[in-house]
């Protein structure tokens, strides 16, 4: 990622540390309430992080990736895929 988005990103999620919620944090779908999704355009591309603050004492980034779906708007299943299976990762390492 380009360093501009880089520092956007980080600016949400430094938010998220501290218990708030960044105006260009929006719901990601699919994984229910906690899951989260800021998206920072940089240079005509768009780049996304998607995170989980759904425990008392952690913010997770589940993934970080540009926007290129083939498909027109709707997120890879790739990537789709890959949230899922980092959210269940984090899920496990926190209850530990």
Do not use: N
């Amino acid at each position: 990622m380009p360093e501009p988005a880089i520092r956007g990103i980080g600016i949400a999620l430094g938010i998220a540390q501290y218990g708030g919620k960044h105006p260009s944090a929006k719901p990601w779908k699919g994984e229910g309430p906690g899951v989260l999704e800021v998206v920072q355009d940089f240079d005509g591309d768009m780049f996304r992080a998607i995170y989980t603050v759904k425990f008392a004492k952690a913010v997770y980034v589940l993934h970080c990736f540009q926007k290129k779906s083939p498909t027109g708007i709707k997120t890879a299943k790739s990537d789709i895929s890959l949230v899922s299976q980092r959210l269940k990762a984090a899920q496990r390492e926190y209850e530990i």
